[in-house]
């Protein structure tokens, strides 16, 4: 296994207290550079004749080899470290979302209107019209982002308080990206009828409903259920915001090598949630030819042990996940790291295109596959070509709030697909470059337009 490269995710705040002299500054680089840190910005706190004090960003690909990091700079003669800690931890103090008041309460009139009695107006207005919470409250514009805790992240079932601040930071980009308020709400159940009941009940509030980290096969029923008894769009991240910036990546990657998606072989391993979303949008789009992979190999028809989500996409062949690759033209990973090599890749078909999307460690480095792939991609922001859901999830509920759609159907994820692929113009296409920047401001706009188009196509527009 290759090792990882230092991330912001892993990164340190250093303050240190170093000797006002040449090269002093230089010893402590180096000691960092030794050990593999990666020096990011150096602030002055303060100087006088003996001592200088700074204070340093350094990532580092791990928990232990921040401590190494720290350990080296301890080392050197003449400095000291006054403090550090870890930056990432320290975002979250506090949590990372408040709930901020519109208006301001400087006066009895202000009171007045904004609450009793002036409020009780506004109750009746919308017991007499009901659409009118649209427009006289926050639902129009807010999300609830839901989860029970069950698969956070690649980390498993950790439970809903330590959930809570992946939901907080989805809740941080639906605002940042599509100007959304959403409110992270985190089950103490995993119960799928009591989840399905605590989702209905609170639906009064939100005009749409992400769910997030949910353990598949469970998520697919209560995704289901939910769609059926809610009118406002409820979508499962984990699986079609994966699989809509999946296939707008694939569309590109295709447009390289000049295939089309009815002529290819794809291979996905990892049945769960979003391999089988992924699935059957690249089904829907008009690919022919998919073959899912799970730990024990390939989605036979032989096999008596395949939920009803994973028969659909049973064939006839049996094998191992190299054995699904030979001749494979796509292959994309949303499932473990290192369960591919380089010799599972020398098998596929010419310009093969890999998309190893596990994280943080991908399916397969890409430093050992570059020169032999067409395209490659990940989900890690290191390296070009991440595949990340906020390409997807802000712009389809902006869309689907702004038309308040009573729902979400293929047609926009498909629709979505296309106009973030469509960002990049045949100029700037190249192996490195099949998919937005997450901070193209293009994004989140085009592919709200996109959805916007489709639900008026498909009659779940409501405005």
């Given at each position: ?137 926050i639902k129009g514009n807010t999300v609830a982002v839901v989860t029970d805790g069950s698969a956070v992240l690649g980390l498993g079932n950790l439970g809903p308080q330590a959930a809570l601040p992946v939901m907080e930071g989805k809740a941080l980009l639906f605002k940042e990206f599509a100007k959304i308020d959403a409110f992270p709400i985190c089950l103490a159940t995993q119960d799928t009828e009591k989840i399905i009941e605590a989702v209905k009940n609170i639906a009064p509030v939100f005009g749409g409903i992400n769910l997030e980290d ?250």
């Amino acid at each position: 296994m290759v090792n990882l490269n230092p991330s912001a995710s892993y990164s340190l705040t250093v303050q240190l207290e170093i000797p006002n002299r040449p090269g002093a500054l230089a010893s402590v680089m180096s000691a960092i550079a030794s050990v593999g840190g990666s020096l990011g910005d150096i602030s002055l706190l303060q100087r006088n004749l003996k001592y200088t004090q700074r204070e340093l960003s350094i990532d580092a690909s791990s928990s232990e080899h921040a401590d190494k990091i720290i350990t080296a700079i301890e080392a050197l003669p003449s400095v000291k470290v006054i403090s550090y800690c870890d930056r990432t931890f320290a975002i979250h103090q506090g949590g990372k979302i408040s709930m901020v008041s519109k208006l301001p309460l400087k006066s009895q009139s202000d009171l007045a209107m904004a609450y009793t009695p002036g409020v009780g107006r506004i109750c009746r207005a919308i017991a007499d019209e009901p659409e009118q919470v649209y427009s006289l409250t926050i639902k129009g514009n807010t999300v609830a982002v839901v989860t029970d805790g069950s698969a956070v992240l690649g980390l498993g079932n950790l439970g809903p308080q330590a959930a809570l601040p992946v939901m907080e930071g989805k809740a941080l980009l639906f605002k940042e990206f599509a100007k959304i308020d959403a409110f992270p709400i985190c089950l103490a159940t995993q119960d799928t009828e009591k989840i399905i009941e605590a989702v209905k009940n609170i639906a009064p509030v939100f005009g749409g409903i992400n769910l997030e980290d949910i353990a598949a096969p469970r998520c697919f029923e209560i995704e289901q259920r939910l769609r059926k008894e809610l009118d406002i769009p409820v979508f499962h991240d984990d699986q079609h915001g994966t699989a809509i910036v999946s296939l707008a990546a694939l569309y590109n990657a295709l447009k390289l090598v000049g295939k089309t998606l009815e002529e290819i072989k794809i291979v996905i391993n990892g049945a769960g949630a979003a391999g089988i979303a992924i699935a059957n949008l690249f089904k829907k789009a008009g690919a022919t030819t998919i073959w899912l992979c799970d730990s024990k190999g390939i989605l036979s028809q032989q096999r008596n042990d395949l939920s009803e989500e994973k028969k659909v996409f049973a064939v006839s062949t049996s094998g191992t996940l190299a054995d699904a690759m030979h001749d494979a033209d796509v292959f994309l990973g949303v499932s473990a790291p290192g369960v591919v090599t380089p010799e599972m890749v020398h098998t596929m078909a010419s310009q093969p295109i890999v998309m190893a999307m596990a994280n943080p460690i991908p399916e397969i480095q890409p430093e050992l596959i570059y020169d032999d792939v067409a395209v490659m991609a990940t989900g890690r922001s290191d390296y070009p070509n991440q595949i990340n859901n906020v390409l997807a999830f802000p712009g389809v509920f902006r869309g689907a709030l702004d038309c308040r759609a009573s729902g979400i159907t293929i047609n926009m994820y498909l629709e979505a697909a296309k106009a973030i692929a469509a960002l990049i113009n045949s100029e700037d296409l190249d192996r490195e470059h099949i998919i937005p920047s997450v901070f193209d401001p293009r994004v989140a706009d085009a592919v709200a337009s996109a959805v916007r188009q489709a639900a008026l196509q498909d009659g779940v527009a409501r405005k």
